[in-house]
């Protein structure tokens, strides 16, 4: 079994800051291509930033680059998202997505979701 557990997420006003974090824990070998996610009421859930295993390439939606920085220590299994400039339309759920080798022997990545993070912006 693999856990993330999300945590950081809150209330905020227009052009504050908050710094998301996901934990993965569980049978795990190696945590691969982690990754935010976040889903706004009416909304299809959209990429927020995605970080590779070494952390060298990082993707961000357009929406929020310039304005967020995703990380990883790969010591903690752990992955953050330190959102800055934050918008009212920055209001969402937040997920985090780990793709996940089980073990060494292991043929293939499995994805995994968080439970999600409340994430409101007050204008």
């Known amino acids: 079994q693999v856990q993330l557990v999300e945590s950081g997420g809150g209330l905020v006003q227009a052009g504050g800051s908050l710094r998301l974090s996901c934990a993965v824990s569980?049978?795990?070998?190696?945590?691969?291509?982690m990754a935010w996610y976040r889903q706004a009421p009416g909304k299809q859930r959209e990429l927020v930033a995605s970080i590779t295993s070494s952390g060298l390439n990082t993707n961000y939606a357009d929406s929020v680059k310039g304005r967020s920085t995703i990380s990883r220590d790969n010591n903690k299994n752990t992955v953050y998202l330190q959102m800055n400039s934050l918008k009212p339309e920055d209001t969402a759920v937040y997920y985090c997505?780990?793709?996940?080798?089980?073990?060494?022997?292991?043929?293939?990545?499995?994805?995994?979701w968080g439970q999600g993070t409340q994430v409101t912006v007050s204008s």
């Open positions: 997505n780990a793709m996940v080798k089980p073990s060494v022997s292991s043929r293939y990545d499995y994805t995994y």
């Open positions: 569980g049978s795990i070998f190696r945590v691969n291509t």
